[in-house]
């Protein structure tokens, strides 16, 4: 979620785009009387409304959000380059920086975490950015369909049934059930390692491609692509039943994520709507994504306000509101902060820490 100083102004607008995406998914996650663990049930007889707002963002931003990861990866793979610089060298330190983050915000806020899995990610992929295209394609292509065999799999042999328990309300009992529960709340993001893989690679193809400048050929396949054929079959295993829950989330809604990426880049470039606090949102990503897990859990948790047990009976309609409302705090509070500093809270602390290491260029003495 780091931004290179070599900015385009389109990706802040995406990232904000995306931010807000993934807390539209984990809404129903926080607000689920059943606790984080719900998530993994599926829902009893959502109906029409639920499962319509639900498949508005369930996967989709988060494969939007792991595109632009790969995208950043790419950018600062050629701020290296221009330093001339050893690479990734110094872009591990960012990764174990990202990892230690990702672990705090695991323990301290949110099962379902995604830093850590970047984190982990990135390490294995870094090394790749700088290849030949044929090493790159062959990468990707072996991710590919290490992802489809797992999601055919799983698919296969159904998503399965069971009870969830009851999701302590201490904070405490919480924090020791993230360790006790280390694997369980880990298991997407080892699923999704060949996926996060093709994604952070492919992110760093299209922008080679041009998908941000004069590619105007190359977005329009890929809204096609994305929209025009994902997007009918993203709805059609939306209302498929459970069964097809992995090949929703993590087979069409990623071909969806390409689409809204290829449309949102079109519509900035082209007719430069104003987004401004969208692009705000995406200048401080990091802070912007603990803060609104932050925020949803002390409403939603009961050493908090509790409201996800107190408006149970509300579901399905009290979580779109509850996302909105966070939203439209996540644009203002981003706003303010950058009237008055250039980087989110937590990306100042995290460019401190990734600074903290590196040697200072040394400075020739000048002879008297």
């Known amino acids: 979620m780091t931004v290179s100083a070599n900015r385009i102004p389109v990706l802040d607008v995406l990232r904000g785009v995306a931010i807000l995406g993934t807390l539209g998914t984990n ?5 689920d009387p059943r606790g984080p663990a719900g998530s ?15 498949t508005a963002s369930n996967g989709k931003f988060l494969a939007l959000l792991t595109l632009l990861f790969g995208v950043g990866l790419e950018l600062q793979y050629r701020s290296a380059l221009r330093r001339g610089t050893r690479w990734p060298g110094w872009y591990l330190w960012r990764a174990v920086l990202l990892l230690a983050e990702g672990a705090l915000h695991y323990l301290l806020i949110f ?42 799999l799983l698919t296969l042999a159904g998503t399965g049934g069971g009870t969830t328990t009851d999701y302590p ?12 529960n280390f694997w369980i709340y880990r298991s997407e993001t080892i699923l999704i390692i060949p996926l996060t893989v093709l994604l952070f690679l492919g992110g760093s193809r299209l922008t080679r491609a041009g998908v941000f400048g004069g590619n105007t050929a190359l977005r329009t396949r890929l809204i096609v692509l994305g929209l025009g054929i994902g997007l009918p079959l993203n709805l059609l295993t939306a209302f498929a039943g459970p ?29 430069a709507p104003r987004a401004r606090r969208l692009a705000d949102v995406g200048r401080t990503a990091l802070s912007c994504y603990v803060l609104q897990n932050l925020i949803c859990a002390v409403l939603c948790y009961g050493w ?36 008055r500093f250039d980087r989110g809270p937590l990306e100042l602390a995290w460019h401190w820490a990734w600074r903290l290491p590196i040697p200072a260029p040394s400075v020739p ?3 008297r």
């Open 27 to 31: 809404i129903w996650i926080f607000t």
């Open 40 to 54: 993994l049930m599926p829902a009893e007889d959502p109906g029409v409304f639920e499962t319509l707002v639900r």
């Open 111 to 152: 099962e379902w975490d995604v830093l850590m899995a970047y984190a982990v990610v990135s390490i294995l992929v870094a090394g790749m950015i700088g290849r030949s295209d044929w090493v790159v394609r062959t990468w990707m292509a072996v991710s590919a369909v290490l992802h489809l065999m797992f999601i055919t």
């Open 169 to 180: 309300s201490g904070y405490a009992d919480q924090l020791t059930g993230r360790i006790e």
């Open 243 to 271: 069964r097809w829950f992995f090949v929703d989330r993590y087979l069409c809604a990623p071909l969806v994520a390409v689409g809204l990426l290829a449309a949102v880049t079109s519509l900035l470039l082209h007719t």
């Open 304 to 339: 908090g306000f509790g409201l996800a047990d107190r408006f149970a009976d509300l579901r399905p309609w009290w979580p779109p509101v509850a996302w909105a409302l966070v939203s439209a705090l996540l644009l203002a509070a981003s706003g303010w902060w950058l009237r």
């Open 365 to 367: 003495r000048q002879p």
